[in-house]
Structure formats: C-alpha cells, structure tokens
C-alpha cells in the first residue's frame, strides 16, 4: 500500500494537517479506493481506537475549523511542515480546482477549506507571512510571485509593512523581479506611504545592483527601461537622482508608449519634483512648447512653469492638458493659479465668447460677472467642452445651463443630453414644462447619472409631471437607482399592477418596501422577491417568524449580506427566528442582539466565533442600549483576556477596535501591530476623547518626536495628526505645510478636522504669505492684512480663523472669486458671516436686483439676513427657496419671511403650492399656521408627505400636518406600517386616544424621529405591552422628559425594548392592562 503508516500514526494522533497533506499528494499520482479506506480503518482497530467515518469527518472538521479561528497555530503548523508538505500546502490552496476530497464515505470541502482562510481574520496574514518566510526559497520564484499576487489580492494591504518588505528577496531573477514590481505598482494606492517607500527602497536596491554589473560609462542608475519599471514609484526618486538622468535615457522613457500613461497616474508627485523632471526632459532636447510633447508629459503638466514663452496657442493646449490636475493629491491652489495665469495668455487679442470653448476646465475660475457676460451663442458652441467639466459651483451651473436654453428655447431631450453636468442647473419649471414622453426617455439616458445631484424641488418636479400625466407602471419603469425613493407612498398604493420584475434596479425608502412586499408577497415566494435586496426593508417581523425553516435558512444569507438596510428590530426578529430554528448554527453577532442573558451562553470555545463575527458588523447599528454595547465589550474583553497582543488580535477584532476602552492597546506592543491597529481606528466613524488621548500618545511612541518625523510618517498618521500636542502640531505644519493640508483636507471619519489642526493650517498660510493691501480705501483698512483669492482657495475649512476685521477689507474681486468657497465654510461665526453679507452687498448692490444664482452662491452666509433684508430678495424661484433650505440655523422669523417672500414673488396662494413648491420650501414649512396648512392641496400633499415627516416642525404644526395626511390616507385609527413609515415626525401628533389605540405590532414602525417628538405627557398614555414593542431603536430614542412620565411598568417595559426581549404579552385589551408583558428566556431550563 502507498500510503504510508506514519499518516496513519498522524491521524492517531490528531495531527491531520499533515495526514491530509499525505493523502492529497498521494492522491495527485494514484487513485484513492474503499479498500484502502477499509484498512486504515482496520489499522485502527488494531490499535484499540474505536473511530468510524462519521466520527473522523468530525473530528477532521472540528480540528480544522480551530486553525481557521486560530491563524497563529496555522502559521506554526506551516513552520514546522517539511518541504514536501509546504509545496503541496502551496498548490492546493493556490492552483488546485479541487473541490472535494472523497476518502470513502469520509468528504472533506478543499473549495471551502480555501475560502475560509481566504476570508478568515489573520488568515491572509499567515498566509502572507508564510510566503514570504518560505515559498521563495521552496518553489519556483514565478510561482511565489503568482501566490503573494492572488494573497494581497484579497488583503486589506495592511499586512505590507516595511518590517515585512524587508525580508522580500533581494536576489529574484530578472523576470520574476519585474512581475513582482507590477504586482506592487498595481497595489499602489492601497498601501502606507511607509511601505511605498520602503517598496521604493527594495525596487532600487534591485536596479541598482544590476545597473553596477552592467554599467559602462551611465552617469546614472535612472535608465529609461528602470524609469518604467518603477512606475508610480518614480515619485520617491530623490532630486539629485532626477538631475543626474542621462538626457538620452530620459529621451527614449519619454518616448515610451506608455510613458504618457505612467505619468498620468504620478497623483502624489511634488511641484519640486515634476520640475526635475520637467527640467530633464527639457535638456533632453523636447522642444517644451511643441503640442507633441506636452501631451507626452502626463501629469507633470500641472507644474510647467515656461510662461514667459508661452503663446496663445500653447496656453490653450496646456489648459486642455491640465484637465486632468484635479487627480493630483494637493496644490490645487497652485494648479488654479497656474491655470488663471494660463487663461489670461489663452484670452490675448481674444474675448470671452470666442475662447470660451478652447479654454478647458480652467472656466471653472471665472467669476459669476464673467459668466454672465458670455453670449447664449457662445455657451452653445462650447457645450462639448463645457459638459465634460468637473468641478462647477452651483451657481455656475445655473447660469450656464440658462444662457443654453436662451439659445435654444425649449428644453428637450437632444439639448439635455447635450448638457451632461449642466443638467442639474436647469429650473424646476423648466423641467415640470417638459412633455412627459420627453421626461422618461431623459430619465432613461442622460438624466440618469445625474439624478441625485437634482435639489428635491427639481426631482419632484419631474415626477409630478410624470406621475400626473403617463401610467404610472411607466413611471415605475423609466425611474432608477435612489430617485425612485421620492415616489410617494399614496401614489403606490392607488395602483394595483405591480410585478416584481417593476422592481428591479431601485432604492426603496422603508415605508415603500413595506407596502410593496406586503403587496407582492401574495402572490411571489420570499426567496423570489428578496433577490431584490431592497426589499428587505419591507419584512416585517411577523414575516419573519412565519417563514419555515428551510426557507428562513434559505433567505437568511440575503438579510446578512443586506445588514445594513434592515433596521435593529428586524435584527433583533431574525436573532430570535434563527435562535428557534438552529440555535447551534446561529451567526454568533447575532447573539448580541438578543436580551444580555444570552452573552452567558457564549462559552470558551464560542468566544473567538463571537468576537470574530462581531468584528466584521457595525456594533452600533446591531446594538444601541450604551449599558448593553458595555455588557458585550465586556465580553470581548474576557474572550481577549483583556489584552490585545499582536496584530493577529487587531484581525481578529475588526470594527470592534473602535469601541475598544484604550487601557486593551496597552503600552509594549510592536510597531506592526500598533501600525495595524491605526489603520482600523482610521476605518471607525467616531472615537471617545480617551481613545483618541490614547493615540495621540501612541503616536508619539511609535514614531518618536513629531519635529523628527518623516513626510511619510505624516501621511500614514492622516487625521491622527490633530490629536498631537499644540507645538508639535505647529513644527509639523511648518516643515510639512502641503502635507498637513493635504491630511486636513482629507479630514473625516473619526477625526474629523480639529481646531487644532485648522488653526494651524491657518497660521502656515497666514505667516508665509505676503501682505496684501486692502483694496476698501477706507481708514480703519489702512495696512490691514487682507485675504487672497488663493489663500482662500488653499484654506478651505480653515478660512473660519480670518479676524473679523480682515474679512471686513477684503478685496472686492476676491470675494466674487471666492463667495461660494467662503459659503461653504461651516466654522465662520455670526459676525464673520454678517461682514461677508455686506461685503456681498457692495459686490452686487441692492438686494432687490440680485439674481437667484447669486442668492444659491451664498450658502451659509445668507443665514445672516434679516426679515427686512429677505424682503427684499427676488424669491419667485423654487429653486432659490430650495437653496435656502439646504442651510441650517434659520430662526422662525427668518423661516416666515422666506415662505411669504416665495408666496408674495411667485403670485401663489396655498392652495397653488405644487408638491415641488412644498419639497424646495423644506423646513420652512415649519413657519406655516393652521390656515395655511388647511389650504393645502391634499393631492400635492401627499406626493411629499414622506419629506415633510422628516421636518422638526413644533407639535402644533404636525398636528395640522396630520388633519391633512389624514384626508388621504384615511383617519388614524386605520393607519398601518407603512403609512407610519412614511409620514415620520406627524405621527408624533397622535393624540392620547389614538396613542392608546396603536396595535402593539405597529409601535415598531413608527419612526424614530417622531418616537423622540412625543410630548412627554401624551407619551405615558402608551400602555406597557406598546412600550415593550417599541423595539429597540426607538427605544432608545426615548427621551429623559418622557421617561420621567413613565411608572414602574413602563419603564420596565422599556428596558425589555432596549435589551431586544420578546414578550408574551397577556390577552387583556389594549390600554386597560395594569400588569406588564412578560417575558420568559428561553434559556430557562435549556
């Protein structure tokens, strides 16, 4: 017999790693047959085990399914393997199309085998780390290249640290070194900085080594053929390397067919040096104002800097080049000052109108005036160059794509198609005069793409029209993706023909799959109908509880991929579903959704599962009880043994690093792990103040004294950077301004842009520039420090630390320049943003002739006008009113003043409002009175109920709101889910009889929102079992005010909400109960 005793003497004692190995090699050259099977399973017996097939297939799987949750052991098991079983480890889990592995009745899943330490935590690692520890010095060095490509592949990339890179073999031959560069050119922009330095160091160490045994009289190692092969790399070559290039070597790289196409990807390239580059190329005898060549120069072109001998036709060739500068990470400021310099050469001897179609994306520069003075003619001869723009301002757009339509009078859908960008700056009305025909074949083609840039008065403009003049199972067919969302919930439920197959590529909002898949479900099986993933947002708990085993574990996998589109109570129903159908196989995040009880169950060898499974979901949409998430951490905790060690306990965490306590990153930890464990912090949305203490700290430990760091080490802090202390921060900015611009800028996530680091930001900015004169003539400006276009451009965020006073004299035309940037700037105070209000008003003049786009450009600063000031505006367009209603922080007076001065300049009455009227006006609804609201169309209304119950108006206006949504659905008493789905905050309006009249089953779908608006007083007339079904989010959306109005009952019953329980309530009437649900764990007597 073949195979050989010793396997046998392995699988005796559980070593079936390598017992398994054996076999498959055996099995690769002979056939595997029951009579073999037959006696290993007599040498067993032999040796007085008693083992069947069953009993080993258990065995095999259990101890397999521990090195999956065990990678460490794993990566020992592969240390410790002899060559033969490496290579054959290799080949299976790499090249290998097996599937199975029969062995009798004995079937082992290789396929599953391979995904699972594909998909395991720490598995890529070990097999990342294994890799490079042996394959290059087992197999083939091709083969080892194949493999780290396919293990990086599917690898967060956090892996390739340049502890890592460094044991990366530094004697591959030739072409296995050039398919290992590609490898990591293609990897390029999802690792650190760091190891693209470090990569950068083990490619040159390579290239050097072959360029001294090949040299003959090169001054440089920086051939054409190394250039290429360093790709994006080339970045990190450092000046004096750049300047020693050979003419003729930088001639023929240049030459490339693909040069072009490599520095097109240069995005990180620094203005010091593309001119080295630039430089070289030049004394490499290109002629550098020859279109030829500035179409070879890919992204350097952002950075020429030979103006003085630029021409007309050169500038408009550079300008056309220089679209693609947006890609560049940084110096935008500069590349916009390059491009301004660029568009006054391209404008000699020329006007506005004639070179308007020659000058690139650098028209995104021009002021709203310059904009103005163009000719309908002349925007439409440059509609091809102009659609293909990125980057426009809202009131660029406006104007624009107005000037279009003078010219060609009425709006179709050639000229849309004609627009691209530009379409989202067409008027409401204009769109709500199309034809209805016209409507749906632009929403078919060039509208699609940009349909969610539309203001809500623009989308429903359109579906009005639409849905008042076509079938409507044509409107279903012709709306797509997210703007399919602002169908109303009664214009669905006036139809009866739906089919499943209307459904397909559409976002729902909940109350629209509610009703939907309770409709299809009639007549479509579940398992059908959720291959429409949208539509899980419609399965109501009942559904879930109803479905049979088989087609609940059938479904399942479409609700878990699809977790973040249901809600925490159907969550929390599928975790009870999956508890009384196969609480063995139950997901174990699951668990966390359950009442605290059930963490009780997770013993030691359910704990890596459950910390695991937990890692790969967002805790806090599973769980929002605080004093629950607390009870679970802490269980994470005890399963860690309350401490993190290496970086394989960060893979196993996940998400979960984010809720961490900072005291598990304790102090001794490597600089890999501490490295990894940064890079999920960064993945988090939020972070305490002590955990962001804690990195701050740790930053400094891991890479000593920020006045030491490297640009390097600043680009892998990102964000981080504004946790360190004040003068650190300071020395940073001043030894690495771009950079620190270029992290505050990317600020978001959980550190979003700190005071801290703006203020810095500012000071770089503000300390390194020159002073410029203020142009106001008059006395209290004379030597103030006024602000440049360009360092209002470079700013952004950080424009909210310019004093009042320099604000105040502020160049005219850099306002106008500037005035949406400056609008947009969410840290400017009252009296910052008052000062740019008259500075707009000495810009434009009266208030009376500025236009709706000047108005839109505002932004926040329009938030400053007053009830005089709003009165005097042009408020005719619902487009400006929608504008309007996108800034926060308007009083009611404001929000009055806004509303007349819509109904007074647009000559309507309530009852003329249309639903687009009512979806632009937004908040400012809120300032109705009871009159008004009665006035309403109800028609019109309904269309926009959905947005309206997302208003906080007061609850005397939601009380209206109801009288009126009651006229079309009907009176509240006979409101189901989805209608209390879709009216959100009016159903807070409820009054105590009809509070006390909800169906228990309903108090779920009551939006959270609206839960919140309750008043207190009214909110004690739910009775406990309605409490108890609130269902966890809306829960925890209780307020302090009406908890206090709670008694023992209802409170009781509100922690049962909170902690996920399901009750069994007792069959007395609703209202009339004086003892609360009960609730019975099932784990009792279990």
Known sequence: MAYRRCDKEEVIAGKYLNALLDILQFQST???????????????????????????????????????????????????????????????????????????????????????????????????????????????????????????????????????????????PEDAFRNLSTVFKDFYDRITASAQKALYDWMTRILQQSYNTNSENSTSWVSAENLWILGRYMVHLPLEEIRKINPSDMRLFLSYDNATKQLDTVYDITPGLAQAFLERINASGFDMRNTSTLYRLGLLVCFYNELDQTDTATARVLLHQMIKCNQLRGFQADIQKLKSQLLDIAMRNHTLNDS?????????????????????????????????????????????????????????????SSLGALVTGISTQSFHSMSPRELSQVLKGPLAQHASDLSPAQQHGILRKMTASIEFSSVMTDIHGAFFKEVSLFDLWKEDGFNSSLLKEKEFRPSQALFLYELLSKKTAPSDLLSNSQLVKGVTCRQIESMNTILFLDVFSVFEKNLHLLSPYQINCLAWKFWTVSNTSMPPYLLSVLPMEFLESITDSLCLPFVISLGKVDLDHLVLNPHKKRAILQKVDECLNGSVVDEYDIDLLGSLVCHLPPALLCSGLSAETTATAFHQFRLCRQLSLEQKMEIGRQLIELHGSPRNWTAETVLDSGPFVALLPKAELKALVNKFPHVIFQAAAAATG???????????????????????????????????????????????????????????????????????????VSGFSISQLSVLKEKAKQVWGPLSSWKSYQVVSLGRIATTLNETEIGDLDLSSVDTIAALSQQTGWDPVQAGSILQGFLEDSAQLMD????????????????????????????????????????????????????????????????????????GTIAASLNEEELKALDKELMPYIQPAAIKHIPAEMFKALSPEQIANLGPENAALVTDAQRQHLDELQLQSLQL???????????????????????????NGA
């Open 1057 to 1083: 909400a909170l902690d996920g329980a399901r009750m069994s309530t007792q069959d007395v009437p609703l209202g009339g109960s004086t003892t609360g649900p009960t609730y019975t764990s099932p784990l």
């Open 30 to 172: 002979s056939m595997w047959t029951t009579d073999m099977a037959n006696k290993v399973m007599a040498y067993f017996h032999t040796q007085n085990i008693l083992i069947t097939y069953s009993s080993l297939q258990v065995s095999v799987k259990n101890y397999l399914e521990s090195l999956l949750y065990q990678p460490k052991v794993l990566l020992f098991e592969f240390r410790l393997m002899s060559h033969q079983h490496f290579q054959t480890a290799m080949k299976y889990l790499f090249e290998s199309k097996q599937d199975h592995l029969e062995l009798g009745s004995l079937v082992l899943d290789l396929s599953g085998i391979r995904e699972r330490i594909f998909q395991s935590p720490g598995g890529n690692r070990t097999l990342f780390l294994i890799t490079l520890e042996r394959c290059f010095q087992t197999l083939n060095s091709m083969e080892c290249v194949d493999i780290l490509s396919q293990v990086l592949r599917v690898s967060s990339m956090t892996y390739l640290q340049p502890r890592a890179i460094a044991s990366l073999p530094k004697d591959l």
């Open 356 to 416: 308007l179609g020659s000058l690139s994306d650098a028209v995104v520069g021009l002021t709203s005036c310059q904009l103005e003075s163009l000719s309908p003619e002349a925007v439409h001869g440059a509609i091809p160059t102009l659609n293909q723009v990125s980057g426009w301002a809202r009131s660029q757009v406006m104007i624009l794509s107005s000037k279009y339509l003078m010219y060609e009078k009425v709006l179709s859908f050639h000229n849309i």
């Open 750 to 824: 959980p550190v979003p842009a700190a005071e801290e680091l703006l203020m810095a930001q500012f000071e770089s900015a503000h300390n390194s520039s020159a002073l410029a004169s203020a142009s106001d003539s008059t006395p209290d400006c004379a030597g103030v420090r006024a602000p440049s276009a360009d360092e209002i451009l470079q700013l952004s965020e950080a424009n909210a630390f310019w004093p009042i006073r320099e604000l105040h004299c502020m160049d005219l035309d850099t306002f106008a320049q500037t005035v949406e940037l400056l609008g947009s």
């Open 912 to 983: 003329d409002l249309k639903s687009f009227d009512m979806a632009g006006l937004g908040a400012h609804l809120c300032a109705l009175n009871a009159t008004e609201v009665a006035a309403i169309n109800a028609s019109e209304f309904s269309a926009v109920v959905g947005r309206i119950g997302s208003l906080p108006c007061s609850i005397s206006i939601l009380k209206e709101f109801k009288k009126k949504t009651e006229s079309f659905f009907g009176a509240a008493s006979g409101w189901n889910r989805a209608i209390l789905q879709e009216i």
